[in-house]
């Protein structure tokens, strides 16, 4: 059975950084898409960052330059670096991950998907990051 775990996530002052880690428990797909998600306050969820097994990375805009998605495959673990962190990333962030079968190129898709549920069933239970000005 699958079940992610988020830890990592606090509050900063503005241009602080954080990391936060995603435990892939009973995760062993070898051709996967996984991604960090972000929900503010009365906003939608947004796509945030992606990483899959052919070691691809994608960034949304508001993002680039400042956070970093990586994996550690012996730990499990997927792993999103936040620096200079601003009010606006202010949100609850989750961790998701494919199933056996997802469309190819959903990595690309991630920064605009409107529906991420429906192409990641896997996800954790979220992590609060506060930024305070």
């Known amino acids: 059975q699958v079940h992610l775990v988020e830890s990592g996530g606090g509050s900063v002052q503005a241009g602080g950084s954080l990391t936060l880690s995603c435990k892939l428990n009973g995760y062993t797909h070898t051709s996967y898409c996984l991604g960090w998600f972000r929900q503010a306050p009365g906003k939608e969820r947004e796509g945030v960052a992606g990483?899959?097994?052919?070691?691809?990375?994608i960034y949304a805009d508001p993002v680039k330059g400042r956070f970093n998605i990586s994996k550690d495959n012996a730990k499990n673990t997927l792993y999103l670096q936040m620096n200079s962190l601003s009010p606006e990333d202010t949100a609850i962030y989750y961790c998701a991950a494919t199933g056996g079968v997802f469309p190819a190129k959903l990595i690309d898709d991630i920064p605009t998907l409107k529906d991420p549920v429906r192409y990641f069933p896997h996800w954790g239970q979220g992590t609060q990051v506060t930024v305070s000005s």
């Open positions: 990483f899959d097994s052919d070691h691809q990375t």
